[in-house]
């Protein structure tokens, strides 16, 4: 019903930027929160930022200052921009649409991309 593809991913360079885009697709009414996630080697899923519908961001510590969550310019889209990169911001990052609502369905559903790698390294 609802698919999330992830764009931009790649390998950059300790200090570099990269770009990462997300496109929902499917049957969507409304979305409430598009957002990324990351889960380095060995490591937990931790959030990474997350955008309401109201413009409303968030960000994890460690990534506030360096990365910025905006919409797309195609709806239900959103982008992360990421500067300053480290070692350490290596993973894969997940797209999530957050209380999704579907044309003539009831409820609220929350979906995840299948990932993209981001590898900071020389």
């Known amino acids: 019903q609802v698919q999330l593809v992830e764009f931009g991913g790649g390998l950059v360079q300790p200090g570099g930027s990269l770009r990462l885009s997300c496109a929902a697709s499917?049957?969507?009414?409304?979305?409430?929160?598009m957002g990324w996630y990351r889960q380095a080697p060995g490591k937990e899923r931790e959030l990474v930022a997350s955008?309401?519908?109201?413009?409303?961001?968030i960000y994890a510590d460690s990534m506030e200052g360096r990365f910025t969550i905006s919409r797309g310019k195609v709806e239900n889209t959103v982008d992360l921009q990421m500067h300053s990169l480290t070692s350490e911001d290596t993973g894969v990052y997940y797209c999530?649409?957050?209380?999704?609502?579907?044309w003539g369905m009831g409820g609220e559903f929350d979906y995840w991309g299948q990932g993209t790698q981001v590898t900071v390294s020389s």
């Open positions: 499917g049957n969507i009414f409304s979305i409430h929160a």
């Open positions: 955008l309401t519908s109201g413009g409303t961001s």
């Open positions: 999530t649409a957050d209380r999704v609502t579907l």
